[in-house]
């Protein structure tokens, strides 16, 4: 698996923000490939931009060396997949595939990129998919 960092993020279009929860895969790199026919909200245009900056931000943190994702996000660029992985705030790791390598990352969930990413997709995916309550 290819050292990755979020910062790498290249330029991008839109965001899509999936529902992982009706997804089973297994192993950790597989979400995204059995989610392409999972419900999705696509954002464009500054907030993909807003949650784009958020993502390059996540700094690294420790795994807790589990992977249970309610949620995905793939970021285009026109409609070319550059990134795209499923996140776990309670694992605190993403997996996933970036141009076209797998990738693993794990990422400190307190921080406030971690914090600020999670509450927007909150805001576009929902509670009921993301919880109530940020993770602790």
Known sequence: MNQYHPSSLPSVTAVDI????????????????????????????QQAQEIAEMWRALPPGDTIRCHTPAVGIRFFDGNVIKCEASICWECENLFGHAEGEPIAYCFDPRSTAGRELFLALQEIIGADVLGDEYPS
């Not at 992982?20 to 999972?38: F, H, K, P, S, W």
Request: hydrophobic content about 45%.
């Open 18 to 45: 999936v529902d992982l929860r009706q997804v089973d895969a297994n192993r950790v790199t597989e979400y995204m490939a059995g989610a392409i026919n999972a419900p999705a909200v696509r954002r464009q245009d």
